[in-house]
């Protein structure tokens, strides 16, 4: 039996889901997943909550820091666990509109000790990050075209609303990555998302708007951007 199932329970989709965690993956120890997380050529991007290190050419791992025991725990909003965060991966794993969509959900590592991070295994986009584009870090994909990208996100976004009654609440450029090859959306972190299958009808549209009014906030900023690139 691997080691790392004395601290930490390995969760996998259904065992009729396109996305099996592989069988390589599946016998490394949590040990061995966070070797992997100290090394620096494996490191791909982090946020404030997670770091994100390549696993192999189609998955990555998002190990998430356990806030919930920092000494500062009570001064924010510590998000989603990551049981509610895969759950979001997990349901919209088949979902898409056109050619946008989110990555896969491949399984989760979840800790049963305090303290110890979780870690959400994921696909690996090949994508770049829409904030780092902002930023100049990252190069824009030939295929892009703002216009296209930003109605194809809104349009994602509604139905992500409509069909699965989930909003996502972290809109920002920093969880929007561009597919490499297609220039669409990759909408991507769950960490803030919530269901609201069961809220009344104000909240629901409350939430729905907060979305859409990201997004729309969103595009001004990629605009602004573009304008001050071009008095340069
Ligand atoms: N599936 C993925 N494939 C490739 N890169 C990814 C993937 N998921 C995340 N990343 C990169 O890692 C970064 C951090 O991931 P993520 O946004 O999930 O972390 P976070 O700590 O929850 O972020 P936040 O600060 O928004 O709460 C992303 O901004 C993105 O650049
Ligand atoms: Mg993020």
């Not at 972290?170 to 769950?190: K, Q, S, W, Y």
């Not at 009808?201 to 939430?207: D, E, I, L, N, Q």
Request: proline share 4%.
């Amino acid at each position: 039996m691997p080691e790392r199932l004395n601290s930490a329970k390995l969760i996998t989709p259904a065992p009729n889901s396109l996305y099996q965690l592989p069988e390589s993956i599946a016998r490394r120890t949590l040990a061995e997943l966070l070797h992997i997380k100290s090394d620096p050529a494996r490191y791909i991007d982090e946020g404030g909550a997670a770091t994100v290190h390549h696993i192999s050419d189609s998955i990555c791992m998002k190990v998430l820091h356990d806030r919930h025991t920092s000494a500062y725990s009570g001064l924010f909003n510590l998000g989603n666990s990551i049981e509610q965060e895969a759950y979001f991966l997990e349901t919209l794993s088949d979902f898409g509109v056109g050619n946008t969509r989110s990555p896969r959900y491949v399984g989760q590592i979840v800790s049963t000790v305090r303290g110890e991070p979780n870690i959400l295994l994921m696909e690996k986009l090949d994508a770049v990050n829409l904030q780092h584009v902002m930023n100049g870090t990252a190069i824009l994909p030939k295929s892009f075209s703002a216009k296209i990208f930003f109605d194809e996100l809104d349009r994602y976004i509604v139905a992500l609303h409509t069909i699965h009654k989930i909003v996502h609440l972290d809109l920002e450029a920093r969880n929007v990555m561009i597919d490499r090859e297609t220039g669409m959306p990759r909408v991507i972190d769950f960490g803030r998302s919530r269901s609201i299958a069961s809220l009344s009808k104000a909240s629901k549209v409350h939430f729905m708007n907060k979305d859409m009014d990201a997004v729309e906030e969103m595009y001004q900023k990629w605009q602004n951007c573009q304008n001050k690139k071009e008095m340069l």
